[in-house]
C-alpha cells in the first residue's frame, strides 16, 4: 500500500461556490480525496468600510457597521455605540440597554439559527436550512416591528436605541418564544441525534483549548474547545448582569471535545440561552427614556477607547481613535471570523474535501465579516 | 409482447406467409418508441415536478405552481428553456466523450423499460432473466458518469466521476446479493414469474414472507439509492461541495439529460422493488375481463411504484449526505456482510420449507403494521408540538 | 465483544434516528407552508401590511418642509440634493432642489431623524425597480416653493393639518433624547 505512487493535485474552491459562507477562496493541494494544505484566500469582500468612518462622521458610521456584518447587524451597532459612547463619557438609560440587549439577542438567535441552517445544508440536507430561515423570517418581522428593517437594523444610536418598543410588543416577542422552544426539539430530532450528522461531524477539526486560545479563535469556537469564555460573564457590559444565563461549553459526548459536532452542540445551546435572556429581558424592562442627549455635532474629546462585545460570532473588538474633530481619526473592528480563518489551514491536513466544507461551516465563518 | 404477434401471424392477419423477423422488429420499434418516449421521458419530467412539490412541502414552502393547472407543466417550460440554451463544450475538454457521455446515462434508464411489467399482459419484452436484465443496465450508468467526469477536463468534474463509479459499482454488490432471496423462493429470474409466485395480499408479497426477504427489501432499496446517485448517498453531484460534480461543465439540454436519468432511474427503483418484493401487479380477481383486469393490475402496479418514489423523495429531503469514506465502509463493511447471512439465511429457509410458510408472512405483516403506528404516533406527535397557528404569516 | 457491540449499536442508532427523522419531516409535510405568494396570491396589498416604522423608500411632504437641511447634513452618503435659498424681497425660503437619489439610498433612517416636522418620511414602498437609471432620482419639487414656517400654535391651515398630523406622528415614533415620553408597551396592547 505504501508503494502506491500517487500525484497530488491542486483544486481552486473559488470566490464562487454554493458552500463557502460567501466569497472565499481555498487553495486546496489534495491528494486524491485527502487534502494535504488549504489555504484560505481573503479579501474578495474588502469595502474600506474602516476608511469610509474617517469620512462619514461618527453619527453616519452607524448603517457601515451594519455591513461589517449583516448577520449580526445588533452586535455591530451596539459596539459602534459603546465605543462612541466611551469616547465621549456618554451614560445610555437603563431601558435603553435593556432594549440593547433585546435586539441584540434577537439578533444572536437569528443568527446561531443561520448557521446552524447553512451547516445542516452543507452537510447535504436542505431541510433544516429552510427551517432554521422560516424561524429566522419570524424573529425579521418581529425586529422589523421594531426598527423597520430586516437585515441592516441601524437600530441603534450613540447613546441608546433610535426607537422605543412599540406597543404590544412584549406579547408578541414572548409568543415567538413559546413557539421557538418546540422547533429547537424538533432540530436536536432532524440534526443533532441523527447517525449520519454525528458520523460527518465528530471528530472532525479537532481544536484543543491550547491550539483555540493561541489561535485567537473567539465565540462559540472557544467555548467548544473547552474554554469557558464569555465576555457577557467575565467581562460585563451593558445590562448583562442583571440576567441569568449558562455560558455552554463543549463536553465531547459525541466525540472529542473541540470538534465540529461540539461547535454545533454550542451553538444549539446558546440558542436556549439566548431565550432565557430574553425572557427576563422582556419581563423586567424599566420605564424611561431610551435614548441619551448627544449633540448632532458629536465631537468627543481626543483619545482612543477599545470595546469588547459577544457578538454571534464572538469577541468582537472596536476600537476607535479620537482627534476632536467630528471625524473618526481611525476605526477598527476585530472580528472573530478573521481569527478562524487562520487555523483553517493547520486543521485541514488529513481531511477530506468533503469536511473542508464541514469545517468552515462549523467555525461560522461570514465572509464579509473577514475582508471589512 | 411475443406471443400477442404469434397470435396475430397465425390468426393470419399479416397473410399467409409473412416475414416473422420483420414483424417483430416492426412490433417492437412503434411499441418500444411509445414507451420509452410516451412513458418514460414524460414519467422523469413530471417527477421532477412532483420532487420539487414534495421537497418544498417538507421544507414548508410550496414549489412550483404557476406554470399550468399547480405547476404540472413545469418540466415542459424547464425542457423548452433548456434546449434553448447555449452548448457549451470547453475548449479543452474532450468534444466527442463529452457529447457522448448524457446519452449513455440516458441510455441505462431508459433500456429497463423493456421489461417493466405493467400488469400481466403489458409487457414488453418477458425475458426469462429478466430481473438480471434489469440490474445489469443499470450500472451501464457507470460508463456514462466516467466519461462525463474525465471528458470535462475539470479537476471536480473528474473527483464526481471517480466517486460516483466507485459507488455504483461498489453498490451492486448488495443489490445483487438481495436479489437472491427471491430468485431462490421462486426458482425464476423472469419478471413476470416472480410476481406471479405472490398474491395480492400483503401476506402474499415477498417483503412479509420471511425476515430474510423483509432484510433484503430494505437493503434492495438503499443500495439502489445509492446506484442512483440519490441522497444520502448524492456525493457525485454534492450541490454544496462540487458545484455538480461530474456535470459542472455541462449546461443547457446535456445537463438536464443527466438529471432526467436519475429521476427516470427513481421509476426503475420502484419497479424493481414492488415486482421482486411488494407483490407487483397482483390485484384481486375481480372481474373475468381480461382488458378491466389488467386496467386494474396497471393502475395497482403504478401506485405501489409512485409509493417507493414518494418515499425515496422523502428520504431525500430528510437525510443528510455520507462522505466517500463512509458510503464505502457502509457497503463493504455493514451492507455486504448483512446480505451474506441474508442470502444464506433464506436458501436455509427454502430448504425447511420449499413452499413457504403463510403463518410468519401474518406475524411479519402485523409486526409491520405495529412500527407503521408506531411511526404515525411520532408524526402526529410533532405536529401537535409545533403550535401552527404561529406559523402562518398573518397575510396569508 | 466491543467491536461486535458497537456494530450492532451502530446500526441500531442509524435505524431509530432516521426513523425520528423522517417522523418530523413527515409532519412537515402534513402542515401548511409559510410560504406568502406574493405578489399575486395575496388578499391584501405586501405594502399595507407593513408596520409603520418600516423604513422603505423615501418621500418628502414639500407642504411642511421647512429647508433647513438636516436631513441633508445627515446623510451618510450625501444622496440628498437640496437647494434653498432666501428670496431678497420677501424674506421666505424658497426651495428649488429636492432630489433624492434612491439608488444610493441606503434606507437607514438617519435623515428622517432630525426632520423637525416629519416631511422627508420613510413609505411602506419597496418596489422601485425601473428600467432607468434616472427614474431612480426622485425629484419632489417641479417649481420652486416657498420652505413651510412652522407656526408658533397649532396649525390653521386646513389643508396643511393632516399633512403635519401625519408628519408629526412620524416624528414621535423616534425615541425622544433625555426621556420624557413614557413607555409606551407596558399596559396598552395593539
Known sequence: MSEFSTEEMTLNMGPQHPSTHGVLRFIIRADGEVMREAIPDVG?????????????????FMPYTDRVDYVCAMFTNQGWGMACEKLAGIEVPKRGEYCRVIAAEFNRLASHLLSVGTMAMDIGANTPFTHALREREMINDLIEELCG??????????GGVAWDLPPGYREKALAYLEHLEPILDEYDSLISFNKIYVKRLANIGIISAEEAINFNLVGPNLRASGVKWDIRKDIPYSVYNDFEFEVPVGKGEWGTVGDSMDRYMVRMRELRESCKILRQALTKIPDGAVLAKVPRNFKPPAGECQIRIESGRGDMGWYAVSDGTGYPWRVHVRTGSFAAMGIINKLSRGLMIADLVTLIASLDVIAPEIDR | MQQWVDSLIAAGKF????????????????FSAIVFLGVAFPFAGIVSWAERRVWARIQSRVGPNRVGPNGVLQWLADGVKNVCK????????????FKLAPYLVVLAFVVPWAVMPFSSDLILADLNVGILFMTAVTALTVVGVLMAGWSSNDKWSLIGGVRSAAQIVSYEIPAGLSIFPIVLMTGTLSMQGIIRAQGWAPYDWFAFANPFTFVAANILFISLLAEGNRTPFDLPEADSELVAGFATEYSGMRYLFFFMAEWGNLFILGAIITTLFLGGWQFPHVTDDRVIMNVLQLLIFNVKV???VFLSMWIRATLPRVRIDQLMSLCWKYFIPISFVDMIGAAVWVAIWPNGNPAVGYVMLALFCALLILFIRRVIYYFRRAKMELYLSPVV | ?????????DIKDAVTSIFEGMAVTASHFMRKPYTVQYPDRMPVRVQDTLPFRYRGILEVDMEIC?????????CPIDCIAIAVEKDKQTKQMIVSQFDIDIAKCMYCGLCSEPCPTGSIHHTTEFEGADFSLESLIRRFIKEPVAAYKPKKGPETDPRIVPILNRGMTYVDEWAQPGGTKPAADDEETE
Open chain 2, 15 to 30: 397473410g399467409p406467409n409473412p416475414p416473422r423477423d420483420l414483424i417483430y422488429a416492426l412490433f417492437i420499434l412503434v
Open chain 2, 306 to 308: 409512485l409509493f417507493l
Open chain 1, 149 to 158: 428593517a430586516r437585515l441592516t437594523f441601524n437600530y441603534m444610536r450613540i
Open chain 1, 44 to 60: 474578495y469582500l474588502h469595502r474600506s468600510i474602516e476608511k469610509i468612518a474617517e469620512k462619514v462622521g461618527y453619527h453616519g
Open chain 3, 1 to 9: 465483544m466491543g467491536a461486535v457491540g458497537s456494530y450492532f449499536a
Open chain 3, 66 to 74: 421647512t429647508g433647513c437641511l438636516a436631513c441633508e447634513r445627515a
Open chain 2, 86 to 97: 447555449e452548448d457549451v463544450v470547453p475548449t479543452l475538454a474532450d468534444a466527442r466523450l
